[in-house]
């Protein structure tokens, strides 16, 4: 065994929820139990570490959490740990406690926190990519990704069903203010028409012609995927603007929501946050710190956070491809 470079870690989950952040606390608390190392639990994220919110967790505190969805330690978004003050509240309840380590579950808020707050106080820090949208450079997939995706997929399937009923138009949008994984891949994996994401310049003209395409080609019925960051417009106007120039066509307009981030995890993402949290808490044993843990062809990999905040992850230009052949 190696000898650690941290005695007790603290955990935290910060930002948006995603399925698969209790396994990755799992993970987080019983690697650290194993290696005989101290773990806190910080509830609500960084408020927690400000306000002294926390509990000393072993291995049965997450006994029966790795199939559940959302995260027992809860999430925010701390305004007050944005200031200079806050973070000094912070770094006051890890030298209390006597965090040397801290792991923080989360997008590019979290890891942005996690960074200033290193750089800072000097307390090590490894980030664990936990987000839907999948837009996280440093690893092939994040935390909650793979779920949202099956969501997705399985209300793209039952609404083709009553689209095919009543030969209608839907518009359905999925998560993705920024990026477009979730819609692309729901989109090809259901057989849409169309897939609008905010990584492609479309146009109205060119939505347009892939109607009158599937007219020529005897659909009867079409689903359009919208990611909701899509910069052509919102999905009302585009619905309205498509209601104007084939007033023959009857269509909803269907926004996923929420559901998307809720549920319980795939076998991929359990599997993929285990071996985050454990790489995590190793890293910080090892003493590494101001990084990211991802996975890069089924390895496990350290990207600095700077670079993963910086970078992003770029849409497969074969799928943008395979998408258009495949929608006629």
Known sequence: MIESKVKKIGVLTSGGDSPGM????????????????????????????????????????????????????????????????????????????????????????????????????????????????????????????DTALNTAVDALDKIRDTATSHNRVFFVEVMGR??????????????????????????????????????????????????EGEKLGSIYDLAKATKEKFPQFDIRVSILGHIQRGGAPSCSDRVLASRLGFGAVYGLMEGKTNLMVGLRSDKLVYTPIEEALVKRNEMDPDLIRLAEILAI
């Open 22 to 145: 209790n396994a990755a606390i799992r993970a987080v608390v019983r690697t650290s139990n194993y290696f005989q190392l101290e773990c806190f639990g910080i509830r609500e994220g960084f408020s927690g570490l400000i306000e002294g919110d926390y509990l000393k967790m072993g291995a049965r505190s997450v006994k029966n959490i790795i199939s559940q969805g959302g995260t027992i330690l809860r999430s925010a978004r701390s305004e007050e740990f944005k200031t200079p003050e806050g973070r000094k509240k912070a770094f006051e309840t890890c030298q209390k406690i006597g965090v040397d380590g801290l792991v923080c579950i989360g997008g590019d808020g979290t890891l942005t926190g996690a960074k200033i707050f290193y750089e800072e106080y000097g307390i090590k820090v490894i980030g664990v990519p936990g987000t839907i949208d999948n837009d996280i450079f440093g690893t092939d997939r994040t935390i909650g990704y």
């Open 178 to 227: 920024d990026a477009g994984f979730i819609a692309l891949n729901s989109g090809i994996a259901s057989g849409a028409v169309d897939i609008l994401v905010p990584e492609v310049k479309d146009s109205l003209d060119e939505l347009f012609d892939t109607f009158m395409k599937t007219e020529k080609s005897g659909k009867s019925s079409s689903i359009v995927v919208v990611a």
